[in-house]
């Protein structure tokens, strides 16, 4: 137990007190704060860039650029123009070819050609994307349609308004333990991307640092003092722990300065919901993120010791890396298409290799039955034992191999040999 806490306390520290880990975290941690304190930020430099109150633009005038209306009164311009609140309008008589060549020349943002009672045409030079000027002419034309229809049945103006202005009103309910996809959806891909990046930047660590050792001949050295299993999980644990403490300090230091300018994002959701992450969901990402690591830091490990040189290596791991990348990809197509109970997911999400981004996916956007959730962790619990220990024979029996690194049959053989 001794030789394995020095190895641990070795691997966490040659991470922690790297300089180049340290510099990427305090850049992370810069950014993350650049990017939260962006409202005060950019109000001191609105501040000081304000111009006088005399030439200031007033807070009713429109904003948007010049758009040509054509084929409507100038009554029912002003209509229209009373919904398109941030472009200002301009009554023409051209057609819509001429429109368009204006449009194109910069004399108009954008024209709108009403050709009929429910048609028209909009031109512009390039489609925004949130421009919404569509949806709104589409609901004035449709207003104005309506209000016609009623006016020749004989309906009262006071009718029309009525009718026109009349509007649904909803209400949600959720059952006890539903989830809104809409809210979920945003830091469920945060942390399932961190998830990723975490299990697969630091397994290759691992696999880097053994396969350096080994290579440099210094695993000779070390195995004649300690147990070949107590360098492997003294690596892993080592390695594991620092990477933990990294992304705890950069997710802390976002939480921080998220909490300093609280009121600054109260009007964007996004960022709301990214920071109002259930704490539930907090302790599932942790979960997965600790067994996802170890069951592939074994492999990633085992790997490591069965090359004689670093330029191997690539290769070697080549099969346990594209199998993450397939399985993340799986996930993020599901979780974009917001069906997170599809079958193939469901599946998923009870293969060990695959489970701890397709599970905590399904958890965080969904209702998971508890005893899938158990049953899922517990086959990645045991799976990751299982892998460990196969991980262990064949890094005892690596780390004296040279040459040419050894098929198949020769790692299940060892495999065998040590059952």
Same mark, same amino acid.
């Given at each position: 137990m001794r030789h394995f806490l020095q190895v641990f306390r070795f691997e966490f520290f040659n991470y922690a007190k790297n300089k180049v880990f340290i510099a990427i975290t305090l850049i992370l941690v810069a950014a993350a704060g650049v990017v939260l304190f962006f409202p005060q930020i950019q109000s001191v430099f609105s501040a000081e860039e304000s111009s006088p109150p005399a030439q200031e633009q007033p807070a009713d005038e429109p904003t948007g650029g010049v758009v040509a209306v054509s084929g409507l009164t100038a009554e029912e311009m002003a209509g229209l123009a009373a919904a398109l609140t941030d472009s200002?309008?301009? !009554?023409?008589?051209?057609n819509a070819d001429q429109l368009q060549a204006e449009v194109a020349n910069g004399t108009y943002e954008a024209a709108i050609v009403v050709t009929g009672e429910l048609s028209y045409t909009y031109i512009a030079e390039t489609l925004g994307l949130y421009d919404m000027t569509t949806a709104v002419v589409d609901e004035y034309l449709l207003n104005r349609y309506r209000a016609t229809q009623l006016t020749s049945l004989g309906a009262s103006t006071e009718t029309i308004e009525t009718v026109l202005g009349a509007r649904v009103e909803s209400t949600i309910l959720q059952t006890e333990n539903g989830t809104d996809q809409m809210q979920s959806f945003f830091y469920t891909y945060i942390l399932l991307l961190a998830l990723y990046m975490a299990i697969l930047l630091y397994g290759q660590f691992v696999a880097t640092s053994v396969a350096t050792e =080994?290579?440099?001949?210094?695993?000779?050295?070390? /195995?004649?003092?300690? =147990?070949? =299993?107590? %360098?492997?999980?003294? =690596? &892993? !644990?080592?390695?594991?722990?620092?990477?933990? %403490?990294?992304f705890i300090l950069i997710f802390g230091s976002c939480f921080v300065f998220y909490n300093l300018n609280k009121d600054s994002w109260q009007e964007n959701e996004i960022i709301q919901s990214i920071f109002n992450i259930p704490t539930? /969901?907090?302790?599932?990402? /942790?979960?997965?993120?600790?067994?996802?690591?170890?069951?592939y830091a074994f492999m990633y490990g085992a790997l490591g010791s069965v090359v004689s040189k670093l330029e191997q290596l690539n290769l070697a791991v080549l099969p346990v890396t594209f199998l993450f990348v397939i399985a993340f990809t799986v996930v993020v197509a599901s979780l974009s298409s917001g069906d997170t109970?599809? !079958?193939?997911?469901?599946?998923?999400?009870?293969?060990?290799?695959?489970?701890?981004?397709?599970?905590?996916?399904? &958890?965080?956007?969904?209702?998971?039955?508890?005893?899938? &959730?158990? %049953?899922?962790?517990?086959?990645?619990?045991?799976?990751?034992?299982?892998?460990?220990?196969?991980?262990?024979? &064949?890094y005892r029996a690596g780390v004296l191999m040279y040459g040419k690194p050894p098929k198949l049959r020769e790692l299940v053989a060892v495999l065998r040999e040590k059952a």
């Open positions: 200002r309008l301009q !009554l023409s008589e051209e =080994k290579s440099s001949r210094a695993m000779e050295l070390l /195995i004649t003092s300690t =147990k070949p =299993k107590y %360098l492997m999980f003294g =690596k &892993i !644990l080592g390695t594991g722990s620092a990477g933990l %403490l990294q539930d /969901i907090l302790l599932y990402a /942790i979960l997965f993120f600790i067994l996802g690591y170890f069951l109970e599809n !079958l193939l997911i469901q599946i998923c999400s009870f293969v060990p290799f695959t489970s701890p981004m397709a599970m905590f996916v399904r &958890i965080a956007m969904g209702s998971v039955p508890v005893w899938q &959730i158990l %049953l899922s962790v517990g086959i990645l619990v045991l799976s990751t034992i299982a892998v460990g220990f196969a991980a262990a024979a &064949i």
